[in-house]
């Protein structure tokens, strides 16, 4: 995409939704759903409308008139972790949408802490930012409820909040658990471990019943073949590494695929197994979690459900302009199952029968 010049001011590049979809080549429709539900949108449309809101200057009129008005221009962005590659990347999409309009992120991570989370909410509530995005730590959202009435509202990321007036971008994380475990089934594991993040979150939830759900599909019990490893902390490879010892003793013999919380975990358990004399692909497999940049570069490449974080950061950006204009909506994008060497399929049984 291109990238608005420090020179060019919104205010000086009037253009409309109907320009945008003329230089776009879209219907005008189209221009709308990409502001307010663009996990209806193709990828390539998308991207297309994107560069051209770029290239144009478009603000809606609201939005522009919110900026006039001598507000903070302070938005307020609180994630898990930005060091997690994951979060990371959906801090780019955020910071790509945002930056062409002046606006300046107050950035911080909640660590999965929900003490830690008050504290920061309340600071930012403080410091007047004029709206938040929120990936929660816990499931109450009477601490945001505050930023409801600043120019730009709040959006929450992998939460739906109850509030009409509350946007939220979100993964559909119990698919995600579904796919990954079926994967592992469809491949002719029987054995499955879990190795999943803390549950002051929504989407660990979300997955472990993906998860259970694939297994019941299979025709299998979940007392038979599923076995949760949750490590303390919050999902960081140095979690990942100390599952590992727990993960080697549920591996009886019997072939064994593990999935993890994300890609963190995976890494950390990769390099505990290792230690332990357990082999990836040969002696269990390995699905990750948001098939972040390291993934295929592994040895063997990790298995992974895809989460378009990028899109997500930019969806919410897109969502908080949105709200200036009085719009709130709901976007759900689908993971994707990106199959590599850490998951590789059982060996054929031998053949009773043998040539001579």
């Known amino acids: 995409m291109s990238e608005t010049s420090e020179t060019e001011s919104p205010a000086r590049v009037p253009a409309k939704l109907v320009d945008v979809a003329r230089h776009a080549g879209v219907s005008t429709g189209t221009v709308s759903n990409v502001l307010n539900r663009p996990g209806r949108v193709r990828a390539d449309l998308r991207a297309r409308v994107e560069q051209s809101i770029e290239e144009l200057g478009f603000l809606g009129s609201r939005v522009a008139s919110q900026l006039k008005n001598g507000r903070s221009s ?11 590659p994951f979060w990371a990347d959906l801090l780019r999409g955020v910071e ?17 802490d929900p003490i830690r989370e008050q504290r920061l909410l309340e600071a930012l509530a403080r410091h007047r930012v004029d709206g938040l995005i929120l990936a ?13 009435d600043r120019p730009f509202g709040v959006v929450t990321i992998d939460q739906r909040a ?75 490879v140095a979690d990942g590494f100390a599952a590992a010892e727990e993960v080697a003793q549920a591996v009886r013999g019997e072939p064994t695929g593990v999935i ?12 505990g197994l290792h230690d332990r004399g357990l082999r990836v692909p040969e002696d269990l497999a390995l699905v ?27 969806a919410a950006a897109r969502l908080l302009l949105s709200q200036a204009e009085g719009h709130s909506h709901h976007v759900t994008f689908e993971p994707e199952l990106i199959p590599r060497g ?7 049984p031998r053949s009773p029968f043998h040539l001579h």
């Open 136 to 148: 929660p730590a816990r499931r109450s959202f009477q601490l945001a409820e505050v930023f409801l």
């Open 162 to 236: 109850p509030a009409k007036r509350w946007s939220s971008v979100a993964l559909d994380d119990v698919k995600g658990g579904e796919l990954a475990a079926g994967h592992l089934l469809e491949r002719g594991y029987r054995q499955l471990v879990l190795v999943n993040c803390s549950d002051s979150a929504s989407w660990p939830a979300d997955r472990r019943a993906g998860v259970r759900k694939a297994i019941a599909e299979h025709g299998l019990l979940e007392a038979d073949c599923l076995t949760e490893v949750l490590p303390a902390g919050e999902g960081t």
């Open 260 to 271: 993890c919380g994300n890609d963190l975990l995976a890494l950390g358990l990769l390099r």
């Open 288 to 314: 990750g979690y948001d098939d972040v940049d390291f993934a295929a570069a592994l040895s063997p490449g990790l298995t992974s459900v895809r989460q378009p974080s990028f899109d997500m950061g930019a």
């Open 342 to 348: 850490s998951s590789g399929a059982l060996p054929m």
């Open 74 to 84: 302070l938005i307020g962005v609180v994630l898990p972790d930005v060091g997690n």
């Open 96 to 112: 790509q949408v945002l930056d062409r309009y002046d606006l300046t992120l107050v950035v911080a991570s909640t660590r999965l």
